[in-house]
């Protein structure tokens, strides 16, 4: 698409922008210039004597008051000053929709909203509308929340939204039922499926860890070896040492002996 092209969709998107919220709501301003005297100033309170009577306002950073063909603002005012000040008033009205159900029957709830069959015919109304507006609900004869209406129920309500209501057709009712009734029967088989496949998975490691260590071969202990170091002189010398010590007693009971004689 050419830059040119581009622009006049921009220009063409800004129009209809402009367009809608302009037959969304409509501001209105309107400004009249009063005379006033400084009575006392406390940070941004200030109090007037204005040609109705004496006031307390409380006044922005930003407003400005002319006194003496000067420009101040609250701060620089001071007890006797005498002055004009501009007030600007700006309204702004957005229009609503204010549907009026003197006897209707709930036909879906769900999070996207509720669906109620009247004597006009079917509407549907958003979550969001719903929440936002003051809504007064009256089932049986006492006022209920949203969230508590169920299909069938039997009701009365003023309902404002920002737009109107969705007429419905009985094939979109019909089918929203159908979505809705699915959605709710899917939900407790989906959790159920879950659950199952969790449980089996669970099993399924615990049989492969009971089949990992009963084929795991059992390791024989190490044999003990002598180090590498190790050598046959120790043996050697303790046989030595006991051959002394057999020759020594030997000798010793062979003088006894002989002294036994002489």
Do not use: Y
């Not at 004496?54 to 000053?81: A, C, I, W, Y």
């Amino acid at each position: 698409m050419s830059r040119s092209m581009i622009g006049v969709a921009t220009a063409a998107a800004v129009v209809c922008l402009t367009a809608v919220t302009s037959l969304a709501q409509t501001t209105t301003s309107s400004s009249e210039t009063k005379s006033f005297e400084v009575l006392a100033v406390t940070g941004n309170e200030l109090d007037v004597k204005l040609p109705e009577g004496t006031r307390e306002l409380t006044v922005p950073d930003d407003f400005r008051f002319t006194v003496n063909g000067q420009q101040m603002s609250v701060h620089q005012l001071k007890p006797g000053m005498k002055g004009t000040a501009t007030i600007t008033t700006r309204t702004t009205v957005t229009p609503v929709t204010v549907t009026e159900i003197k006897n209707g029957q709930v036909v879906v709830r769900s999070g996207a909203g509720i669906i109620v069959r009247t004597a006009e015919g079917v509407k549907s109304f958003t979550q969001g509308d719903v929440d936002k507006r003051g809504v007064k609900i009256v089932r049986d004869g006492q006022p209920v929340q949203v969230s508590e209406l169920r299909e069938g129920d039997r009701l009365s309500a003023v309902i404002i939204t920002s737009l109107p209501p969705k007429v419905m057709t009985e094939r979109e009712v019909n089918a929203t039922l159908a979505a809705t009734r699915a959605a709710a029967v899917a939900a407790p088989a989906q959790a159920a499926a879950s659950s199952g496949s969790a449980r089996s998975t669970a099993s399924t490691q615990t049989a492969r860890a009971d089949s990992s260590a009963s084929n795991t071969p059992s390791t024989p202990a190490p044999a003990r070896t002598l180090p590498k170091t190790a050598s046959s002189w120790p043996l050697v010398g303790l046989a030595s040492v006991v051959s002394l010590a057999i020759g020594f007693a030997l000798t010793i009971r062979r003088r006894r002996v002989a002294r036994t004689i002489a």
